[in-house]
């Protein structure tokens, strides 16, 4: 039974590997993922983020970190808010919401503002298969007031 957040995203990544591959993409092995609230800089946007995805230049020991923010406890945005931060891993941060990203976000069932994306037909299938296999998202949400 998975207890923590945290080993649902990590069999979020290695069942979103699988998906990534068929579409002809790789998540980098050197990935990380946790639940945490986005960085400062992302609090002065209009929009508060739900995912963040840093370089792994940024990493002491040269890992892409993950971060999605413990608003979120349906699988759905859970999952989709993961995927489009791996494409981000992918791709390269380089690549910001730009082409190359968008080839392989839509390529792996992600839809709509490559900046907001959301799960597609396909990924939606994928999402609740994952749900049916390894249970809810362990967590509520976190209410978080500015």
Same mark, same amino acid.
């Given at each position: 039974?998975?207890?923590? %957040?945290?080993q649902?995203?990590?069999g ?5 590997r ?9 998540i ?12 400062? /800089? ?6 508060? %983020?739900?995912?963040e995805?840093?370089a ?9 970190e =993950?971060?999605?923010?413990? /608003?979120?406890?349906?699988p759905?945005r ?28 839509? /390529? ?13 037909? =396909?990924? %939606?299938?994928?999402?609740?298969q ?13 209410l %978080?007031s500015?």
């Amino acid at each position: 039974m998975i207890e923590t %957040r945290e080993q649902w995203l990590l069999g979020g990544i290695a069942a979103l590997r699988l998906i990534f591959r068929d579409a002809g993409h790789a998540i980098p092995l050197n990935v990380r993922v946790t639940c945490g609230w986005p960085s400062k /800089s992302a609090l002065a946007r209009k929009k508060q %983020r739900i995912g963040e995805c840093w370089a792994d230049t940024m990493s002491e020991d040269k890992h892409f970190e =993950i971060f999605v923010s413990p /608003s979120l406890s349906e699988p759905l945005r859970v999952l989709d808010t993961l995927a489009h931060e791996l494409v981000h891993a992918s791709v390269g941060l380089a690549a910001k919401h730009g082409k190359l990203f968008k080839q392989c976000a839509v /390529s792996i069932g992600l839809e709509g503002k490559m900046t907001s994306t959301l799960p597609g037909p =396909i990924m %939606r299938v994928f999402i609740s298969q994952f749900e049916k296999e390894n249970g809810p998202y362990p967590a509520g949400a976190m209410l %978080r007031s500015m």
